[in-house]
Antibody
């Protein structure tokens, strides 16, 4: 079955760029679907960051768009997140997930990775 | 402030039926389908209901979803202790270039 695994630094300094990678196994990204990033600050709710198609087409959360870049590497079957100029407010568990398109829109996330905690602190 | 509004908490006793509401607007729930996620303590969210009322394989039929106008509901019947979790609704929002919006989450306690 499809499995996703996030990886990247657990600690990032303020004003620097957060970089995470999501490795996909059990399914070839090139075969289709969108692939997304979602985050969850400690003790808070979920926030969608953005999603990418294997062709490179992207959708971003308007509130984060100016700082976010999502890219895909089909040769490695993985996709990545870069979030620039981070502050303490970007401290969160970051999840990657397959993002299913249906009924004319990007729709549900399934499955999800286990998540990785990124702390922004000097 | 989440775009979709959920009650912060809900509770029930084993065997009871509980419902969790999710209120939105014409640009999200009113024009697109709703999905629900269950997040057990310390774990990643898991898809529970998709396309308003569809259950993924493996999700018990005790869980059901519905949508009417700009609101949606998740119902859990025959409540079990293992249902204690956070539940989130989500939908696509057609405003601007479009985005996924989530509810703030409802913490379900099984008494």
């Amino acid at each position: 079955q499809v499995q996703l695994q996030e990886s990247g630094p657990g600690l990032v300094k303020p004003s620097e760029t957060l970089s995470l990678t999501c490795a996909v196994s059990g399914y070839s990204i090139s075969s289709g679907y969108y692939w997304g990033w979602i985050r969850q600050p400690p003790g808070k709710g979920l926030e969608w960051i953005g999603s990418i198609y294997h062709s490179g087409s992207t959708y971003y959360n308007p509130s984060l768009k100016s700082r976010v870049t999502i890219s895909v590497d089909t040769s490695k079957n993985q996709f990545s997140l870069k979030l620039s100029s981070v502050t303490a407010a970007d401290t969160a568990v970051y999840y990657c997930a397959r993002h299913v398109a249906a009924a004319g829109t990007l729709n549900w996330f399934d499955p999800w990775g286990q998540g990785t905690l990124v702390t922004v602190s000097s | 402030q989440s775009v979709l509004t959920q009650p912060p908490s809900a509770s029930g006793t084993p065997g009871q039926r509980v419902t969790i509401s999710c209120s939105g607007s014409s640009s999200n729930i009113g024009s697109n389908t709703v999905n629900w996620y269950q997040q057990l303590p310390g774990t990643a969210p898991k898809l529970l209901i998709y396309s308003n009322n569809q259950r993924p394989s493996g999700v018990p039929d005790r869980f059901s979803g519905s949508k009417s106008g700009t609101s949606a509901s998740l119902a859990i019947s025959g409540l079990q202790s293992e249902d204690e979790a956070d539940y989130y609704c989500a939908a696509w929002d057609d405003s601007l270039n479009g985005e996924v919006v989530f509810g703030g989450g409802t913490k379900l306690t099984v008494l």
